[in-house]
């Protein structure tokens, strides 16, 4: 099966930048959408970006737009996520994944990101 594998995860100030990778191993060459979810301790995992293959489309949850950017790592199955300004929200379990057929089929183990005052 396909895997997704997180690097780049860690801890960070408030105001500071870290950018966190996911690449995908295994028979899977290409994909619908490849993308960014996370979740804190206690909470719902939520939506973070998502990046569409064929057509390089990116969408940003709303707490995210402005600050964070997802993009391609042309070559591979993989994506990155680069966070600017990051914020104490922010903390949480970083999960990457892929999308077929409409859904989220396929995730990493995740990454902790975890931001301080």
């Known amino acids: 099966q396909v895997q997704l594998a997180e690097s780049g995860g860690g801890s960070v100030q408030a105001g500071g930048s870290m950018r966190i990778s996911c690449a995908a191993s295994?028979?899977?060459?290409?994909?619908?959408?490849m993308g960014w979810f996370r979740q804190a301790p206690g909470k719902e995992r939520e939506f973070v970006a998502s990046?569409?293959?064929?057509?390089?489309?990116?969408t940003y949850a709303d707490s995210v737009r402005g600050r964070f950017t997802i993009s391609r790592d042309n070559g591979r199955i993989a994506v990155i996520l680069q966070m600017n300004n990051l914020k104490v929200d922010d903390t949480a379990t970083y999960y990457c994944?892929?999308?077929?057929?409409?859904?989220?089929?396929?995730w990493g183990q995740g990454t902790q990101v975890t931001v301080s005052s």
């Open positions: 990046l569409n293959w064929s057509g390089y489309r990116q």
């Open positions: 295994g028979p899977t060459r290409t994909s619908v959408a």
């Open positions: 994944a892929i999308k077929y057929q409409s859904e989220w089929r396929y």
